[in-house]
């Protein structure tokens, strides 16, 4: 079965399918990690868009027991290689890539130029595109572009229930703006108790949340300008001196709520060895990434400074408030896939409480 990614710009490639014989559109970005297919598809911060794996053989190692996935399900909404592998060799594979898209209903096609394809979003940009199954019982229709950051999506990928895991002294709230799932295991290895609530819940004012010690604002999809709800909350949490965490989507989420600002980048940081540096001990660390938007520190208040930079382009990887228990890092501490090197910030984050 051919198929056809169409960008916005009209430049198409084309490609063989080997996913679910559907079409779709959404964002089209790419990760330039070489392992790690399985958590990057389920990681809800992919929700909306179409992914480009720079990596040219994919589906090598097969698809692994749900206990390692970053979420229930896949939420890319399609996936382009190079080179799918369909008989994958690794001893917890449980069934192939293939199979596991179809079985998911998500789009794929190889066989695409992957180099030129993540060399045109780097140069214009990330870009918004259309990926089209032509067979003879199915004429796709033409469709619209469908651009996740035009509303909030946060309420696709968001528990819509107070979901409470392990035990311990203390207590922390999870917003879940699609939150991955090595977030909560991170923090159960560090002995805590989880909560994790909607993306709209506000733990100040909803009794089922209970006592708490803490808030994490998570990672998840999208501008963060359209999470209104959840920037009150953050918004509500500085102001009752709450220790509050945000990762990824969360600093961006923390920052305007302290009145700050944020900007769409270029083409993002999504890979798994993005160099960061600590403005304050000088360390540099190696990071996982997924995000498409940034902070403008420059908008920020003296009360706050600039943590983390990134080595590559300059942009801010993290902000900190100078007197409150208020950190937030744009990179993800929790890694899987990636380096575990920023692990210790969840140590650095629950000594704040």
């Not at 030129?116 to 214009?124: D, G, M, N, S």
């Not at 796709?140 to 528990?159: C, H, M």
Request: charged content about 20%; hydrophobic content about 35%; glycine content about 10%.
């Amino acid at each position: 079965m051919t198929g056809k990614l169409i960008l916005s710009d009209g430049t198409y490639f084309l490609g063989k399918s080997f996913g679910f014989e559907t079409s779709t559109s959404g964002e089209v970005v790419f990760n330039t990690g070489m392992v790690g297919y399985p958590e990057s598809l389920t990681d809800p911060s992919y929700f909306g868009q179409i992914l480009v794996l720079t990596y040219p053989l994919v589906g090598n190692y097969g698809v692994p027991d749900k206990k390692f996935w970053e979420s229930k399900r896949i939420q890319v909404k399609a996936l382009i290689v190079q080179n799918y592998i369909s008989t994958p060799s690794h001893f917890e594979s449980e069934k192939s890539l293939g199979e596991w898209l179809k079985e998911e209903g998500i789009p794929a096609l190889q066989g695409i130029d992957t180099r030129a394809l993540t060399t045109k979003l780097r140069q214009h940009g990330v870009m918004l595109g259309q990926l089209k199954i032509e067979s003879k019982s199915q004429r796709v229709k033409e469709s619209r572009f469908y651009d996740p950051n035009k509303e909030n999506v946060l309420p696709y990928v968001s528990v819509d229930k107070v979901e409470v895991f392990g035990e311990g002294t203390k207590h922390i709230i999870l917003i879940d703006c699609g939150a991955k799932e090595n977030i909560i295991r991170s923090l159960l290895k560090r002995g805590v108790r989880v909560t994790k609530v909607p993306w709209d819940f506000n733990p100040l004012v909803n009794p089922s949340a209970g006592g708490f010690d803490g808030v994490v604002v998570s990672n998840g999809p999208g501008d963060p300008k359209m999470a209104k709800e959840t920037i009150e909350t953050t918004r509500s949490l500085l102001k009752q001196n709450v220790p509050t965490f945000g990762i990824c989507l969360g600093s961006q989420i923390l920052a305007l709520a302290a009145g700050g600002n944020t900007y769409k980048l270029k083409f993002g940081h999504r890979s798994q060895n993005q160099p960061v540096i600590d403005q304050t001990s000088k360390k540099a660390i190696i990071t996982s990434q997924n995000h498409g938007f940034a902070v403008d520190t420059n908008s920020l208040g003296k009360d706050w400074q600039e943590w983390f930079v990134n080595l590559n382009d300059g942009s801010n990887e993290g902000i900190r408030h100078r007197s409150k228990p208020f950190l937030a890092v744009q990179f993800h501490p929790e890694a899987n896939p990636g380096p575990t090197d920023a692990g210790y910030l969840f140590d650095e984050f629950l000594g704040e409480i």
